[in-house]
Each structure stands twice: as C-alpha cells, then as structure tokens.
C-alpha cells in the first residue's frame, strides 16, 4: 500500500510531507501499474466463497430469533440482499485490482448510506449517514459498492440499462471533479466543505429529484426526540415508558438493564467536555432493545429514553453493538488496530463527516463493544423508489460528490485525483463493473432465496 490514514504519521510537526505535485504525480504513474480499465474488471473466481456461506458467518454471535428478520428483510429484493451483504462485497472487491491509495473509507458506501441529519447548530446537513464498517481501505472499495448500488437500485426502478450507466457516469464524474478540486484546497478548508440541503436542493438540476428533496427534508425535520414521544414511549403510573413491539422493540430483564446503564454512565467519559455536561444533566427513564436496519439486524442495538428536567424536555439515544470491519481482514489480516470497535466508528465516522452528531461515544457492555449516538437527530434519506430516471442520474452525482469529499478529508486526495484524472476512462470502467457486479447481486439474491427454500438459512415467519 502507498499510504494509509491508519499508518501515515500525524505526530509532529517538523516532518515536511511531499508536495501535492509530487502526490499527483505518484498517482498519475500508478496507470501504468494499474490501468483506469482494470478496474472495470468483475468475474466470480472459481473459488470464490459462497454467498450464503459468508452471509451465515455474518450471523455467528448475533442474537438467534432475530436471524429470521434479517433474512427476510435481504429476501425482499437484489437491493436489500447488496445492503445487508457487506461481507460479501469486501470479500470479492479485496481481491481487484487496486492502486494502494487508502484513506479513510465508509466500507459500505451503497446509494442508501446517505442521508440527512441535524449538525450540531441544528442545520439539516445531508452526508454518509453509516459507519459500522468505516476502515482504512481502498477508495476504490467504496466507489465500486456505490456505482454497484446504482444499477441494482435503477432496475428495480424500472431505469434502463442505459439510464443506469448514465447514473453511473454521473457518480464518477461527480467523484473525480470533487477530488480533483478539494486537492487543490488548503487542508482546513476541506474540513469545512459541507453539503446542506438549501444548497443540495439549488445543486438538483430535475424538478422531479427537487421536490424530493424537499419532502424528504420536510419529513427529516419531525424526526425529533420530542416528535418521537408519542410514537415510541407511553405513560405508566406517572413514568413514561418505551412501547414494546415484538420482535422489534423489547425490553430486557432487571441486570442487563442495569448493566446497559453503568454502559450509558461510562459512554459519558468519552464526549467532549461541554457535551458531557450536556447529556449529564439528563435521567435515564427507560431502556430498551430496538432492531434496524438490514445489516444490522441481529446484533445488539439499544434505544435510551432520557429526560431533563422538564418532562417534556427529552433525548434519545442509540446504542449499537460494534463488530470488527469486514474489511480489516483485507487490509491488516488478524492483527488488531483497533482496540475498542466502537471507538472505531465514532472516529471514521468524524474523519468522513464535515458536520457529525457532537454525542457520539462508545462503551462497553458486558464484554461487547458499542457506540452510541442521538437516535433522533433528524435524520432522513431520499427514498430511492420515489426517484425517476433522471432523478437517479442526478442523485448519482451528488452522492458522488459525498464520496469524495469524505475520502478527500483524511489522506490520499492528490494521488486519487492523478490517477483518476480529467477524462473519461474511469468512468467507462465503473460503468462496466457496475453493470457485471449487479448481475452478481441478482444471482446472489436468488441463492439466497434458493438457500432459504432448502432450510439452508432461517425462514421468515
């Protein structure tokens, strides 16, 4: 590998890095190692692991009675299959060709892990909004799960398949004019480029992708922890209390409760000063298991009602159980980096982020890793099935430009931006990649479906 955001050294200030141009260069010269074409390149290896076989290892420590939901939620489509399989995309990319350029990524960059949230002065920013598998890692990882995305998502749209590669297209013009651009900028200011939705909205150029914008930053704004009230919580004997919603939302018994709680106490210690004092002037009132997601599902996830000195002054907040990335094992096999998975996620998820949630923590509980975060921060996506063809073509390329802004923040921007460079061959690559590693999803997703018919994986009830 060239360099790492993990391995490069950010401790002193006496050491002159290389120059942009001398970076630039460096990446210009990987074509010749690597070709922009390559990269295009997708056919299933003759040893290539099953499908079904990773998605099962995926499921090894998760909790048993809620495997089923997690299958049914990847039956459902070729879409919500690529959403939860993460595991298995790492394993087949780990294996292309790659320039070596690693800077921080997102791990699962599909085409739903953007999204809208509240920054910490409230404006509604829009952003990659999911973590878990955040990593050093190829940015080309990244580039290829999103323009992958794309074309399963455009055809179950209905899009043609030359809708689909105009999407694409515009995703990766979009990436290499951003990084192109932010490698020229001075480092701070590609800490405080930012996308919100008022510039977001006047960056759409089809009415139809403005307008849903618009009703999807309208419905992000309600997601509140005071709008949440009456939908999740209800008054028991003069205590407000989380509505159990069996399978989904549970209580747990009295001593993990308790231990949840001395979890939550700890987290405390890990937010910045102010904002610990912030969050201590709460109560814990009510804690309880909560399901989300696809990829997730199955692993422990809390939600936390807390209350402030007035009852209607109110706060929620997540706890999710974190894994070690599904790309740590292509990137640094068996060795540890990181000691605490939750502390990874918060960390990556501030290096790709220019705005991110000011709770972010982690903790732990009863051996297991966890982050937390605010659970209703106005958070909100665009939903994919309201975007026409040329929504898609639009949206593409503002995802893009998401991409590459967070992969500009941490290392890598210069050698990304001459290796990709100003014409169109990457783009031609992607396109072809997409298109094969989509109809890879599909035959994944029907052995899945064939995998549950045959009792090989839990049937949905």
């Known amino acids: 590998m060239l360099e790492t955001a993990e391995t490069e050294a950010f401790d002193s200030l006496r050491r002159k890095p290389a120059s942009r141009r001398e970076r630039f260069a460096i990446g210009k010269d990987l074509r010749r190692k690597v070709p922009r074409r390559s990269l295009g390149e997708w056919s299933p290896p003759s040893d290539r692991p099953s499908a079904v076989t990773l998605i099962q290892q995926s499921h090894e420590g998760r909790l048993a009675e809620l495997i089923p939901v997690r299958v049914a939620r990847m039956l459902a489509s070729p879409y919500g299959f690529l959403r939860g399989t993460a595991i298995v995309m790492a394993a087949d990319v780990a294996r292309l060709p790659a320039t070596g350029i690693t800077p921080v990524i997102c791990g699962d960059a599909h085409l739903g892990n953007f999204g809208f949230y509240a920054s910490s002065e409230g404006e509604l ?14 940015w ?5 799960r999103l323009v992958a995305s794309i074309v399963v998502a455009g055809r179950e749209n209905n899009a043609t398949e030359d809708h689909c590669a105009d999407a ?33 909205h006047e960056t759409a150029t089809e009415k139809s992708l403005r307008a849903e914008i618009k009703r999807a ?10 709008r949440a009230l009456p939908r999740f919580t209800r ?14 939302i549970t209580h747990l018994p009295g001593d993990d409760g308790d231990l949840l709680a001395q979890g939550l ?20 009132v009510d804690i309880a298991h909560k ?6 599902v199955g692993l422990r996830a809390y939600v936390a009602l807390l209350e402030g000195s007035d009852p209607d002054d109110v706060l929620f907040l997540q706890m999710k159980q974190a894994r070690r990335s599904v790309l740590a094992p292509y990137v640094h096999g068996d060795s540890a980096w990181h000691e605490h998975q939750g502390q990874r996620v918060v960390e990556y998820q501030q290096a790709l982020q220019t705005a991110s949630d000011p709770l972010l923590g982690w903790t732990t509980v009863d051996g297991r890793q966890y982050y937390v975060r605010q659970f209703r921060n106005m958070k909100g996506t665009v939903p994919l099935d309201g975007l026409d063809p040329a929504a898609l073509v639009d949206y593409a390329g503002i995802v893009g430009h ?15 931006a001459g290796y990709a460079g100003r014409g169109e061959r990457l783009d031609k690559a992607m396109v072809r990649f997409a298109r094969a590693y989509a109809d890879q999803t599909e035959a994944d997703h029907a052995e899945l479906v064939d995998a549950v018919r045959h009792g090989r994986l839990p049937a949905p009830e």
């Open 168 to 200: 694409v297209r515009s995703c990766v013009a979009a990436y290499r004019a951003e990084v192109q651009f932010l490698s020229t900028q001075p480092l701070l200011m590609r800490s405080y480029n930012r996308l919100d939705v008022k510039r977001m």
């Open 291 to 296: 399901v989300v997601g696809v990829g997730s």
């Open 265 to 284: 106490d700890d987290y405390l210690a890990t937010l910045a000063p102010h904002w610990r004092r912030v969050v201590g002037g709460y109560t814990l």
């Open 125 to 138: 920013v829009i952003d990659l909004n999911d973590f878990d598998e955040a990593h050093p890692g190829a």
């Open 235 to 248: 008054e028991h004997e003069g205590r407000r209390q989380i509505v159990d919603e069996p399978p989904l």
């Open 402 to 416: 998401l991409l590459a802004k967070g992969h500009a923040r941490t290392s890598g921007a210069s050698m990304i």
């Open 217 to 226: 930053a309208k419905r992000a704004r309600t997601r509140t922890s005071d």
């Open 140 to 144: 080309e990882w990244d580039l290829r």
